[in-house]
Nanobody
Framework: QFVESGGGLVQAGGSLRLSCAAS???????VGWYRQPPGKQRELVAA???????VYVNSVKDRFTISRDNARNIVYLRMNRVTPEDTATYYC?????????WGQGTQVTVST
């Protein structure tokens, strides 16, 4: 199970850091950050494998950074230079199976 936090209202061009806290060890898992914009389907944003190697979708590459702290069972998503298109509810889950129950997510709203 994951609990997401760190969202909020931010101006375009600003930054946020989201946190994803796992209830058990993530050491052996790849973890992904996903988002669901209003009225749209949930989509992958970034993922990080067990060794810490990241992958990003093109729309966030060079702006977002995913990282992990295995000792604390937390995965972070640093969001820089956000745009209104980044407005969404952000979730995390096991990548690629998405086998964990989806949490409540954390809302990110980017204003112009």
């Amino acid at each position: 199970q994951f609990v997401e936090s760190g969202g909020g209202l931010v101006q375009a061009g600003g930054s946020l850091r989201l946190s994803c806290a796992a209830s058990s060890s993530i050491r052996g898992e790849a973890v992904g950050w996903y988002r669901q914009p209003p009225g749209k389907q949930r989509e992958l944003v970034a993922a990080i494998d067990m060794k810490g190697s990241p992958v990003y979708v093109n729309s966030v590459k060079d702006r977002f950074t995913i990282s992990r702290d295995n000792a604390r069972n937390i995965v972070y998503l640093r969001m820089n230079r956000v745009t209104p298109e980044d407005t969404a509810t952000y979730y995390c889950n096991i990548f690629i199976t998405e086998r964990a129950s989806w949490g409540q997510g954390t809302q990110v709203t980017v204003s112009t």
